[in-house]
């Protein structure tokens, strides 16, 4: 999945795995792990992650390449945030011709900075389930234990948009080239963004 932060690709990432039975590799849930349970690279990634930076292209590599040698992959992968930077992608690419996989589709989420924006201020994650929630437009069920992730801060989240346009903006390139880059207008509601990159997974 492709996209500016608080594009949509976390939440649509989950419905596609769960639908078709893939794993939903998602780095930043992988990272957010490490830092709750206070692992050596929990301590090296929090502040970074805290500052909306991006986690270097070797760590986040080597956790990638860790999870995709477990058995649950084997199936097919939802890679959602990742990759990031040409650097990962380009290693991605040397992980999958060595596994034998091969990239089938890059939903790539377009929505506007002012969307980008108001989605995050409003974004909230219910503990239990992990499901992701927006208080005005998909607003939580009355008993679910929400927090905000401390990188949604505004400061944090203008570091995210800087790191997005310079990193992770060239990959939209990078991908196109490869041919397996489709458009999905983000600005629609979540089940219609669904229901289209469904429709483009049949096709392949
Ligand atoms: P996310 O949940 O995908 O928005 O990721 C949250 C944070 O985790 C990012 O702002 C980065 O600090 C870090 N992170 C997640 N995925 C990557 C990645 N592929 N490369 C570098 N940093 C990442």
């Given at each position: 999945m492709l996209g500016a932060p608080?594009?949509?690709k976390g939440t649509?990432?989950?419905?596609?795995a769960s639908k078709h039975g893939l794993a939903h590799l998602s780095t930043g849930d992988m990272f957010r792990d490490q830092v709750a349970r206070n692992t050596a690279?929990?301590?090296?990634?929090?502040?970074?992650?805290?500052?909306?930076?991006?986690?270097p292209d070797d760590l986040t590599i080597a956790i990638v390449r860790d999870r995709?040698?477990?058995?649950d992959c084997r199936v097919g992968v939802v890679f959602d945030g990742f990759p990031r930077t040409v650097a990962q992608a380009q290693a991605l690419d040397q992980l999958l011709q060595d596994l034998h996989g091969k990239i089938g589709l890059v939903p790539y989420i377009?929505?506007?900075?002012?969307?980008v924006v108001t989605?995050?201020?409003?974004r909230v994650t219910d503990q239990k389930t992990g499901q992701i929630y927006h208080l005005k437009y998909n607003p939580p069920p009355a008993?679910?234990?929400?927090?905000?992730?401390p990188d949604d801060r505004e400061e944090a989240v203008r570091q995210r948009l800087r790191e997005y346009y310079v990193k992770t903006e060239p990959l939209i390139a990078y991908y196109r080239a490869q041919g397996v880059l489709k458009?999905?207008?983000?600005?629609?509601?979540i089940e219609e963004v669904f229901s289209a990159i469904e429709a483009s997974l049949t096709d392949l």
């Open positions: 608080g594009a949509g649509q990432a989950k419905q596609i690279l929990g301590e090296l990634v929090g502040p970074i992650m805290q500052a909306g930076s991006l986690v995709l040698q477990q058995p377009v929505v506007t900075d002012e969307e989605r995050i201020s409003g008993d679910a234990q929400l927090f905000q992730r458009e999905f207008d983000g600005a629609l509601p």
